[in-house]
């Protein structure tokens, strides 16, 4: 399948990388740095849900929860057990992990809808008492932490957003590559059939949910400390909504299409600032219009037209 | 003859229905087997208990004098009973070669060896240009395929369901060779469920007919075929030879 050593994809891959490492020498302004960064943080959760959704077939809604989980797991171990943010990190990934475990060995084993609306409950469970319980969490104030890095500028946090981005879709990439990678695959088309050919569906899927959970608590966990405050508004709808539409917009079951989707719909939404609240209509309207007209996504229709056109697949 | 297979009274209801009864069968080694009997007679329920994806209520499955009986479908996998079903479940969004080296993963852990695998399975089942994804493909191809993924996981016992319906008269010859082919090559035993007769007849050892969830007649295909209880259960009342 990518046998050749730089093949198109190979080389587009590499051009990107390059260019996202060097923009901080182009973009001199501080506000694109920012922006992107955040960019960097969502391009992580889409990437991760893609992988329950685009390839196992399984929807969470505790996407978004899982950051929180990551978020406050780590500012609570770096305020009271007074540890630095990076190993506050790992704590977060580590907790958001444990949860995930649960999850899915409760509602994984079942099959159809079961594991969504667990995961729905999960989600608005957590943020409930997050917002309610006001001794540990400052409830919906926020939470505030140490920033990760002590520095005046973006530009530190943008390259270890990038690192993290990168170890995410590289990891993705190794995973759906390897035998296991078949096994999730097959799990997505049809659990029965998987399961008649010796795949044992539930392991997959667990095991699946808690990768992409592990590593959505660890951006969730440095989203905190990069903004120095953890509110439940990290977890909340919207912001599952917005991981979403990013996946769907970029391309659901590819690789690079949550990553672009991401990052288009960020940028978007900080150009589209000025407008205010009306931006949302902007923005709903996009996402009509791209799950109108390109269905599979903008990276996956441009890829379908170029395997139609006679590209090699 | 080894017994590979050996159903024990097999019961299995759903509500009030009693869908297979008091239902017993043997597979012998290298045997081909074909189960028959008008819609709604039990056999792919009957399938599926053998195949764990139900549970009987009463009654045992041993496979290979081991009992399998309430074990999940892939540890029954895993212990060398392979399956189709009738309504194919395709790998719709998976290219042939991912699909069919799926199946080779239960026995061989290394993907590169999974894929040597199931290029020599394509080759056997002499599907073309196996890069091709599987929601895409012709009946044929996706019958192949589906037979194909079952074969990599290197059965013992091998369970169609209905792999012939839907084919035309010409395809139906071909899968008739393919399914002897496959008996003598890879040296399994087969159950073949079927509405379609030219192709249980054709390959089969031994029938067994079943009819409102019981076995009503078990022999050679041509005793089969002129057994009276049979062709009332097929034609009524009326008189003929026992044809799809």
Not at chain 1, 121 to 139: D, L, P, Q, S
Not at chain 2, 158 to 180: F, H, Q, V
Request: proline share 4%; with cysteine; net charge positive.
């Amino acid at each position: 399948m990518f046998r050749q050593p730089l093949s198109p994809k190979g080389f587009l891959t590499l051009l990107a990388i390059v260019a996202l490492l060097s923009l901080p020498f182009i973009i001199r302004h501080e506000y694109w740095i920012y922006v992107l960064t955040i960019g960097f943080y969502y391009a992580i959760l889409a990437s991760t849900w893609n992988v329950m959704a685009g390839y196992l077939g399984r929807v969470s809604f505790a996407h978004a929860a899982f950051a929180a989980i990551g978020a406050y797991a780590s500012a609570l171990s770096v305020l009271h057990l007074k540890v630095h943010p990076v190993l506050g990190m790992a704590i977060g990934t580590v907790t958001g992990a444990v949860f995930s475990f649960f999850i899915g060995y409760l509602s994984l084993r079942l099959r159809g809808v079961y594991f969504t609306l667990s995961t729905l409950a999960f989600a608005e469970i957590f943020r409930i008492i997050v917002t309610v319980e006001y001794e540990y969490t400052r409830g919906s104030l926020g939470l505030e932490t140490e920033h990760l890095i002590v520095t005046m500028s973006y530009i530190p946090y943008y390259y270890v957003a990038l690192a993290l981005l990168l170890g995410t879709v590289f990891s993705t990439y190794l995973i759906l590559n390897s035998a296991f990678g078949l096994k999730i695959m097959a799990v997505g088309n049809s659990e029965e059939a998987a399961e008649a050919i010796g795949i044992d569906s539930a392991k997959v899927k667990v095991v699946t949910f808690l990768y992409v959970s592990a590593l959505t608590s660890l951006a969730g966990a440095f989203y905190g400390h990069f903004i120095g405050l953890v509110s439940p508004e990290v977890g909340a709808f919207d912001q599952l909504a917005l991981i979403i539409a990013m996946t769907v917009v970029g391309g659901m079951g590819t690789l690079p299409g949550p990553v672009i989707g991401a990052l288009l719909l960020e940028f978007f939404s900080e150009y589209l600032r000025e407008f205010g609240i009306f931006r949302l209509l902007i923005f709903a309207g996009l996402i009509i219009v791209t799950v109108r007209f390109f269905r599979r996504g903008l990276y996956g229709t441009l890829k379908e037209r170029l395997i139609s056109v006679g590209g090699s697949p | 003859m080894k017994t590979v297979l050996r159903a024990q009274s097999v019961t299995k209801s759903f509500g009030g229905l009693v869908a297979v009864r008091n239902f017993s069968m043997e597979v012998g080694e290298g045997e081909i087997v074909g189960l028959i009997g008008p819609n709604g007679a039990g056999k792919t329920t009957f399938l599926n208990v053998v195949t764990g994806f139900l549970k009987p209520d009463s009654g045992r499955v041993f496979f290979m004098g081991e009992d399998i009986t309430g074990l999940p479908p892939h540890k029954i996998c895993i212990k060398g009973v392979a399956r189709t079903f009738q309504l194919i479940k395709p790998f719709s969004k998976m290219t042939i070669l991912d699909a069919i080296a799926a199946g080779a993963l239960v026995r061989v852990r290394s993907k590169v060896e999974a894929y040597r695998r199931a290029q020599e399975i394509i080759e056997f089942l002499r599907l073309r240009n196996p890069k091709r994804l599987c929601g895409s493909l012709n009946v044929v191809e996706e019958k192949l395929v589906e037979l194909g993924r079952a074969l990599a996981t290197k059965p013992k016992l091998l369970l169609l369901d209905e792999i012939a319906a839907g084919l035309r008269p010409s395809e139906i010859e071909e899968m008739k060779k393919t399914l002897k082919l496959i008996r003598d090559e890879f040296g399994l035993s087969l159950v073949v469920v079927e509405h379609v007769m030219p192709l249980v007849m054709g390959v089969s050892d031994r029938v067994v007919v079943m009819s409102s969830g019981s076995k009503i007649a078990e022999g050679r295909p041509e005793e089969v075929a002129s057994n009276p209880k049979v062709i009332t259960i097929y034609l009524g009342e009326r008189r003929g030879r026992a044809r799809g």
